[in-house]
């Protein structure tokens, strides 16, 4: 019995998309989410066109570009974004940074410096270690064996792994354009719900006007 139940759950998820958003590809359909201060909204236009925004307090952002829907799955490309480059990021060993610290330098692609928040990673999952807006350059004390760290700023978010278990300085640049690479966006229910900056789903859903 509950196999078979497993299998219609299945079956139901595999629903194809366009049975659950009438009109999708077919004319220009608007999809959004709405507070009294934000406002989120995803145009899907016919020609295989999007239009995203995103309007809350201190932060409007937009970008256009191509979409397509692969199995349930909504996937979205920004025009120009294949020469786009996400994050680069450099590890050294130098030997005025104090034993038992670590060297962060945080920048955009043109050298600007970022605030940002940092999570270091352990073994141990318990002996992580979180730092919240930190401005760069910036030195702090970590503990022994650091395996790599997670570093998130506006719209940019990086997870990296030290390969060179002597470094302790690290360079670190983020794409601070709004752009979107191989977006992939679920529909559940003829609801689209998107993915914040670091990969993560959002906790809210973009619906049909």
Same mark, same amino acid.
């Given at each position: 019995?509950? !196999?078979?139940?497993?299998?219609?759950?299945?079956?139901?998820?595999?629903?194809?998309?366009?049975?659950?958003? %009438?009109?999708? &590809?077919?004319?220009? =359909?608007?999809?959004?989410?709405?507070?009294?201060?934000?406002?989120?909204?995803?145009?899907?236009?016919?020609?295989?066109?999007?239009?995203?925004?995103?309007?809350?307090?201190? *932060? +409007?952002? %937009?970008?256009?570009?191509?979409?397509?829907?692969?199995?349930?799955?909504?996937?979205?490309?920004?025009?120009?974004?294949?020469?786009? *480059?996400?994050?680069?990021?450099?590890?050294?060993?130098?030997?005025?940074?104090?034993? !038992?610290?670590?060297?962060?330098?945080?920048?955009?692609?043109?050298?600007? $410096?970022?605030?940002?928040?940092?999570?270091?990673?352990?073994?141990?999952?318990?002996?992580?270690?979180? $730092?919240?807006? =930190?401005?760069?350059?910036?030195?702090?004390?970590?503990?022994?064996? *650091?395996? &790599?760290?997670?570093?998130?700023?506006?719209?940019? $978010?990086?997870?990296?792994?030290?390969?060179?278990?002597? %470094?302790?300085?690290? /360079? *670190?640049?983020?794409?601070?354009?709004?752009?979107?690479?191989?977006?992939?966006?679920?529909?559940?229910?003829?609801?689209? +719900?998107?993915?914040?900056?670091?990969?993560?789903?959002?906790?809210?859903?973009? /619906?049909?006007?």
């Amino acid at each position: 019995m509950a !196999r078979i139940v497993l299998l219609i759950a299945i079956a139901l998820l595999n629903i194809d998309v366009t049975a659950q958003v %009438a009109g999708l &590809g077919e004319k220009d =359909l608007t999809f959004s989410f709405s507070t009294n201060e934000s406002r989120v909204e995803l145009v899907l236009n016919k020609n295989s066109v999007f239009d995203y925004y995103i309007k809350a307090p201190f *932060v +409007r952002k %937009a970008t256009s570009g191509k979409w397509k829907v692969i199995d349930n799955a909504l996937i979205l490309n920004s025009f120009n974004s294949e020469n786009e *480059v996400k994050q680069k990021v450099v590890e050294n060993y130098n030997p005025e940074v104090s034993k !038992r610290k670590c060297s962060f330098d945080v920048t955009n692609m043109k050298g600007k $410096h970022l605030t940002f928040d940092i999570r270091v990673l352990y073994a141990k999952e318990a002996d992580e270690q979180v $730092h919240n807006g =930190l401005s760069s350059p910036v030195i702090f004390e970590v503990k022994q064996g *650091v395996n &790599g760290f997670i570093i998130e700023s506006v719209f940019s $978010h990086v997870e990296y792994y030290i390969t060179d278990k002597k %470094a302790n300085d690290f /360079t *670190v640049q983020l794409n601070d354009k709004f752009i979107f690479q191989n977006e992939k966006w679920l529909f559940y229910q003829g609801k689209i +719900r998107p993915r914040n900056f670091n990969g993560k789903p959002t906790k809210y859903y973009l /619906t049909v006007e």
